[in-house]
């Protein structure tokens, strides 16, 4: 066997394997999902705050009273 057909055979045996997309898949689901919980989280925090607030300006309503 001459070192082409070597070469030949590794690169065929290379474009084969398929055993390194599942990692780059699941990476790809992991960064989807992050993605959509920051998303989530930031706007439940912006209503949390809002909710916080109002609760804060009646609590001093009240006192004040």
């Known amino acids: 066997m001459n070192i082409s057909q070597k070469i030949s055979d590794c690169m065929i045996s290379f474009i084969g394997d398929e055993s ?7 990476g790809l689901l992991a960064a989807g999902i992050a993605i959509g919980l920051w998303t989530l989280i930031s706007g439940i925090g912006a209503d949390v705050h809002t909710i ?14």
């Open 20 to 26: 390194g997309l599942s990692a780059v898949e699941y």
């Open 52 to 65: 916080f607030e109002n609760v804060k300006d009646d609590l001093d309503t009240a006192k004040g009273a």
